[in-house]
């Protein structure tokens, strides 16, 4: 099973900040690593894909980086509708896991 | 369009089954495969196995094995997830959704599972 680590789990922060969150694996993974945010009640939607693959339609503010074991999720200038959860996710291997989240909110 | 469309909110007693569908529409239905995917009050996602919609191959996580069933119905496009001997911790949302090339690009709207006596 490959463990991940996300952090950090609580991120209080303003309309247009820049914000990072990690995602750490307890082995590597390559790039397949994708990237999900969720509001309150909605279902998950996809942000980026392998490590750092836009999904059509995302905005071009969300980018992923890292390769291996370390990845990251930036997201430039937050804007209002970014105010979520984030959650990694690696597809190296059975069973797929996910990180723990990480709850982006207002400051 | 893509959509995976669920059935609706149960309310199930403590050993009971529960059994979750998820309709696929708007692609060829055999051309991706199918996770579920679980969500527990206030907490992160729960990886719970995949299904291979064209030959029925199925893949589960050892926390539910002996316990999921995932099976799939070509003629209706629609997958289903039977989890049994339900307990109080299985309360959560349960989701399908379609793999692409391994990450996953389209999700159902959720299927809440209550289980209480």
């Known amino acids: 099973v490959i463990w991940m680590t996300q952090s950090p789990s609580l991120l209080s922060a303003s309309t247009g900040d820049r914000v990072t969150i990690s995602c750490r694996m307890s082995?590597?993974?390559?790039?397949?690593l994708a990237w999900y945010q969720q509001k309150p009640g909605k279902a998950p939607e996809l942000l980026i894909y392998a490590a750092s693959t836009l999904q059509s339609g995302v905005p071009s503010r969300f980018s992923g980086s890292g390769s291996g074991t370390d990845f990251t999720l930036t997201i430039s200038c937050l804007q209002s509708e970014d105010f979520a959860t984030y959650y990694c996710?690696?597809?190296?291997?059975?069973?797929?896991?996910f990180g723990q989240g990480t709850k982006v909110e207002i400051k | 369009q893509v959509q995976l469309v669920q059935s609706g909110a149960e309310v199930k007693k403590p050993g009971a089954s529960v059994k979750v569908s998820c309709k696929a529409s708007g692609y060829t239905f055999t051309s991706y495969y199918m996770h579920w995917v679980r969500q527990a009050p206030g907490q992160g996602l729960e990886w719970m196995g995949i299904?291979?919609?064209?030959?029925?191959?199925?893949s589960y996580a050892q926390k539910f094995q002996g316990r999921v069933t995932m099976t799939r119905d070509t003629s209706t496009s629609t997958v289903y997830m039977e989890l049994s001997s339900l307990r109080s911790e299985d309360t959560a949302v349960y989701y399908c959704a379609r793999a692409s090339s391994g990450w996953i690009d389209y999700w159902g709207q959720g299927t809440l599972v209550t289980v209480s006596s």
């Open positions: 082995q590597g993974i390559s790039s397949y």
């Open positions: 996710q690696q597809y190296y291997s059975f069973p797929r896991t």
């Open positions: 299904i291979n919609p064209s030959g029925g191959s199925t």
